[in-house]
T-cell receptor, first 112, second 118 residues
């Protein structure tokens, strides 16, 4: 079945450090891929998305490229800020299942 | 952008009582809404999918008599936790899929409702 695997957290970085959160997936067909962010006590917000192979999603300095050959959708940011501290979820949507499949989430803590 | 609201944002109730949580799409019509449950420091678990005017589809292991879902209109779905017990304490999140959703079927999430059962 479809699944999403994220790197375990927490990830602790200093401000302005480079961020990578790994995400790989297993799916039949051609799923759409998403990164969501959840700030403390809040619901999920869509951070970025990609709908087909080689697409690059980007938003707020974050980016991720849909790599079909490696079934990956790693999240990157060149210079993190304290305000980026949150939990990040990688997810896929497969039309065959008609639902979002989430990874376990990766907690990011950025210190000044 | 598409906005989804939930009410209440938090609720505390006594064991044995029932609690209703509302999920509304404020600026679009949603044919399909989803209800998720999230335990502390864990991922979201899909509980059920509700389609306007029809019965909800529950995920395996979710008690449909315990978690009653009603999707009476294109902008409102409700989740009722019946005879709540402390183990039902959790963060409940809804999402909505718009009528004019893109091929990738983007879901718009509500801010969540924190339920605490004493």
């Amino acid at each position: 079945g479809n699944s999403v695997t994220q790197m375990e957290g927490p990830v602790t970085l200093s401000e302005e450090a480079f961020l990578t959160i790994n995400c790989t997936y297993t799916a039949t067909g051609y799923p759409s891929l998403f990164w969501y962010v959840q700030y403390p006590g809040e619901g999920l917000q869509l951070l970025l998305k990609a709908t087909k192979a080689d697409d690059k999603g980007s938003n707020k300095g974050f980016e991720a490229t849909y790599r079909k050959e490696t079934t990956s959708f790693h999240l990157e940011k060149g210079s993190v800020q304290v305000s980026d501290s949150a939990v990040y979820f990688c997810a896929l949507f497969s039309g065959g299942y008609n639902k979002l499949i989430f990874g376990a989430g990766t907690r990011l803590a950025v210190h000044p | 952008g598409a906005v989804v609201s939930q009410h209440p944002s938090w609720v505390i109730c006594k064991s044995g009582t029932s609690v209703k949580i509302e999920c509304r799409s404020l600026d679009f019509q949603a044919t399909t809404m989803f209800w998720y449950r999230q335990f502390p420091k864990q991922s979201l678990m899909l509980m059920a999918t509700s389609n306007e005017g029809s019965k909800a589809t529950y995920e395996q292991g979710v008690e449909k008599d315990k978690f009653l879902i009603n999707h009476a209109s294109l902008t409102l779905s409700t989740l009722t936790v019946t005879s709540a017990h402390p183990e039902d304490s959790s963060f409940y999140i809804c999402s909505a899929l718009g009528l004019a959703a893109e091929p990738y079927n983007e879901q718009f999430f509500g801010p969540g409702t924190r339920l605490t059962v004493l």
